[in-house]
C-alpha cells in the first residue's frame, strides 16, 4: 500500500541516521559505488577524514571535471564524502552547498569542517563549503539560477516526490548548468509490496528509478536528451532481499542533464563537428562527454546539434572547438558511438575513463 511523503521521509532519516552506522552495515550493495573509482579522483579521496568515508552511502562517482570555480549543490550529501571531494575541485573561489534532512549525518559532515579546509587549504577559515539542513523537494536555500553544477550520489532514489526533485533542480541551475548524478535504475516498475517496503526503500531498491519513466519525468522538467556516461549492474548478495524483488534487474547509473533551451527532442544533424582542445589537466589525450561520445585531442568528430550545444553553451566551452552552424539541416543524426569512442572501447583499457 502505498505511503505519504511524510512516513517515507521519517524511514530513510531513521535508518542513515539511527540504524546504520558505517558502510559495513548495509543489507545490499545498491548504495555501495562500483568498481574502483577513476584515477584523477585517487588523490582527492584520500584526502577524505576516515569518519566521513565510513558513513558514505553512494552508488557512484559523479564528479564532472573543469570546475574550478564553479557553484556546486550536492543533493542527500550525508557525512559530506562527496561535497569534500567537490570543495578540492572548485577550488578556493569555488563554493559547494550540500543539503542532508538527516541531523546526525550532517553533524559527522560539520565535526570534520576546519580538518578538511585546513588540509585543502592550509586554513580551517578558509571555508568553501555550506551544510545545510532540508529536503532535496525543497530547496528554498537556493536561489533561482544560481548554480552550475548539481550532483547527487544514490539519493533521488530516496524521494517520495522525485518530480518535485527534478524541478528544483532546473529551477535552481543557471542557463547551460547541468545535473550530473549516480543512482539506482531498475528495468520495470516495480509492484508497491516492494516500492514501499521499509527496508528495500531504504536499502535504494524500493524507490529506484525505471528508465523511461525517469526519462519522461525528465524531460518534462525541462531537461531534453539525458545522457548516460556509466552503467554497471547491481549484484544484491542478500537472499531474502533477492527474493523479496524477484526478478526485476537493478543497475547503478550516471546521467548528465543539461539545462539548455537549444536542445532539440531528437538527434538532428546540422553539419558540425567538435574537437577537444586538450585543455583539461587530467584528461590531455581523451575526454568522454557521454557513453558514446569521446574526443582525442585535435581530432575533430561529427556531431549532432545537441552535442555541440552541449559543448558551446555550457562551461566547457572554452574547452572545445564547434566548426559548423544551426543554418542548414541536413534531417536526423545518428548518434552512434565517435569515432575515438569506438577506437578507445575496442582497447578495452577504461581505467583512466573522464567525463568532461
Avoid at 48 to 59: A, N, P, Q, R, S
Avoid at 67 to 76: A, E, H, K, P
Avoid at 182 to 211: K, M, N, Q, T
Wanted: glycine share 8%; with cysteine.
Amino acid at each position: 500500500m502505498e505511503k505519504s511523503p511524510e512516513e517515507v521521509q521519517k524511514w530513510v532519516s531513521e535508518y542513515y541516521g539511527k540504524v546504520l552506522k558505517a558502510s559495513k552495515d548495509l543489507q545490499t550493495n545498491a548504495c555501495c559505488a562500483s568498481g574502483k573509482p577513476p584515477k584523477w579522483l585517487h588523490l582527492p579521496l584520500s584526502n577524505i577524514h576516515c569518519e566521513v568515508l565510513d558513513k558514505f552511502y553512494g552508488c557512484g562517482y559523479p564528479f564532472p571535471t573543469a570546475l574550478d570555480g564553479c557553484t556546486v549543490l550536492d543533493l542527500g550529501c550525508g557525512a559530506g564524502r562527496d561535497v569534500y571531494v567537490l570543495s578540492q575541485l572548485v577550488g578556493e573561489h569555488g563554493h559547494v552547498h550540500g543539503v542532508d534532512m538527516t541531523p546526525e549525518q550532517l553533524d559527522v559532515a560539520n565535526k570534520w569542517l576546519g580538518w578538511h579546509m585546513e588540509k585543502f587549504f592550509g586554513s580551517p577559515d578558509k571555508v568553501n563549503v555550506t551544510f545545510h539542513q532540508g529536503f532535496i523537494e525543497q530547496l528554498n536555500f537556493i536561489d533561482d539560477d544560481s548554480v552550475d553544477i548539481v550532483v547527487s550520489n544514490c539519493v533521488v532514489n530516496l524521494s517520495p516526490k522525485k518530480d518535485l526533485v527534478m524541478k528544483e533542480i532546473f529551477r535552481v541551475l543557471k542557463p547551460g548548468g547541468e545535473f550530473y548524478f549516480s543512482d539506482v535504475f531498475v528495468d520495470r516498475r516495480l509492484p508497491d509490496e516492494i516500492a514501499f517496503d521499509p527496508l528495500l526503500h531504504s536499502e535504494c531498491l524500493g524507490g529506484a528509478l525505471y528508465v523511461r519513466d525517469f526519462t519522461s519525468m525528465a524531460k518534462e522538467a525541462g531537461f531534453k536528451d539525458p545522457r548516460i556516461l556509466t552503467s554497471a549492474p547491481i549484484t544484491i548478495k542478500n537472499d531474502e532481499i533477492e527474493a523479496k524483488v524477484g526478478m526485476a534487474k537493478f543497475s547503478s547509473i550516471t546521467y548528465r542533464l543539461f539545462k539548455l533551451q537549444s536542445l532539440d527532442n531528437y538527434c538532428e544533424d546540422y553539419g558540425q563537428s567538435a574537437t577537444y582542445q586538450g585543455s583539461i589537466l587530467s584528461f590531455p589525450s581523451l575526454v568522454h562527454l557521454d557513453n558514446k561520445h569521446a574526443f582525442e585531442v585535435g581530432r575533430p568528430e561529427r556531431v549532432c546539434a545537441n552535442t555541440a550545444a552541449m559543448l558551446s553553451e555550457t562551461r566547457y566551452s572554452k574547452l572545445f572547438k564547434i566548426d559548423g552552424t544551426t543554418n542548414v539541416h541536413f534531417g536526423s543524426f545518428d548518434c552512434s558511438a565517435t569515432m575515438a569512442s569506438q577506437q578507445y572501447n575496442n582497447d578495452g583499457n577504461n581505467s583512466n575513463f573522464g567525463c568532461c
